[in-house]
Nanobody
């Protein structure tokens, strides 16, 4: 399974970005698709996750970020609105399936004040 992330970049505070993560290869039954982030000097943290029936968000992004998935395309999205400088991090996509646990290469998100 390979994951390709896109959509990161530099944005001013208050702006928006949309991250995408497309999974390819032999995938059997995706169970969860998750976005994590890691800021310099900090541990990687969960940002948002989506299963077939549930979504989950870190408290710090509730009301600002929205996770969604397109099952036909094996793709997960993260719409990020009202971005803050503290959202600056490398964002990683994770896909869990019955036989796989795959990570993306990461995409940099930088929010300037």
């Amino acid at each position: 399974v390979q994951l390709v992330e896109s959509g990161g970049g530099l944005v001013q505070a208050g702006g928006s970005l949309r991250l995408s993560c497309a999974a390819s290869g032999s995938i059997y039954r995706i169970t969860a698709m998750t976005w994590y982030r890691q800021a310099p000097g900090k541990q990687r943290e969960l940002v948002a996750s989506v299963t077939s029936s549930l979504t989950n968000y870190a408290d710090s992004v509730k009301g600002r970020f929205t996770i969604s998935r397109d099952n036909a395309k094996n793709t997960v999205y993260l719409q990020m609105n009202s971005l803050k400088p503290e959202d600056t991090a490398v964002y990683y996509c994770n896909v869990r399936a019955y036989f796989d646990n795959a990570w993306g290469q990461g995409t940099q998100v930088t929010v300037s004040s």
